[in-house]
């Protein structure tokens, strides 16, 4: 299996745009989490699907974002409008069970 | 909310030395994983412990949880360059694989 695998890599995007993240976890994995790590707040949790139903969304910031899941093997994080403040790597991964495998993240930029 | 604490921060140490990293919490959790996380990276699992008082090793680190299943210590013997990176503890609740993750210890061990 190839992984979690996540695109872009890198965006760099103007504030007011809208952004979206994409991500397709390991087949099989039953549990997808998006999170977003920054140097100041480290590691943040911002929503988690299970059986691609949304369960905790208390992380997301405010309803500038949203996430997605249409089905088992694919996943969108949506931020709209984007804000300098929303600069991050955003990472997405996957767990059967406990072990959670992550993807490289996307590092974004608003500028 | 639960909070899991590390420390120290960060550390610098040469290569060769022991250290130990720590990570604390006030919320008991049905089990707790330690990442690394190398630049550009998503965190790789290293180890998962779930009972209270359980003691891993894997290699030259010692991981352990606490009695009350509240903490956990990560003990690397002999430190060498290639265990540069950011070490992460991350709790589970048990609710459908949740996991908050630590604050994270950045770690730099020199030649």
């Known amino acids: 299996d190839a992984g979690v695998i996540q695109s872009p890599r890198h965006e760099v995007t103007e504030m007011g745009q809208e952004v979206t993240l994409r991500c397709k976890p390991i087949?099989?994995?039953?549990?997808l989490f998006w999170y977003r790590q920054t140097m100041m707040r480290g590691l943040e949790l911002l929503i988690y699907?299970?059986?691609?139903?949304?369960?905790?969304d208390s992380g997301m910031p405010e309803d500038r974002f949203s996430a997605k899941m249409p089905n088992a093997s694919f996943s969108t994080l949506k931020i709209q409008p984007s804000e300098p403040r929303d600069s991050a790597v955003y990472f997405c991964?996957?767990?059967?069970?406990?072990?959670?495998?992550f993807g490289q993240g996307t590092r974004l930029t608003v500028v | 909310t639960q909070l899991l604490e590390q420390s120290p921060q960060f550390l610098s140490i040469q290569e060769g030395e022991n250290l130990t990293v720590y990570c604390n919490s006030s919320?008991?959790?049905?089990?707790l994983q330690w990442y690394r996380q190398e630049p550009g990276e998503g965190p790789v699992l290293l180890v998962t412990?779930?009972?209270?008082?359980e003691v891993k090793k894997l290699k030259r680190l010692t991981f352990q949880f606490g009695d009350a299943r509240k903490d956990s210590s990560l003990h690397i013997t002999a430190a060498q360059p290639g265990d540069t990176g950011l070490y992460l503890c991350?709790?589970?609740?048990?609710?459908?694989?949740?996991?908050?993750f630590g604050t994270g210890t950045r770690l730099q061990v020199t030649l």
């Open positions: 991964a996957s767990s059967f069970e406990s072990e959670a495998f």
């Open positions: 087949s099989g994995h039953n549990s």
């Open positions: 699907f299970n059986n691609n139903v949304p369960i905790d």
């Open positions: 919320s008991v959790f049905s089990s």
């Open positions: 412990v779930v009972t209270g008082g």
């Open positions: 991350a709790g589970e609740t048990g609710t459908a694989s949740k996991l908050t």
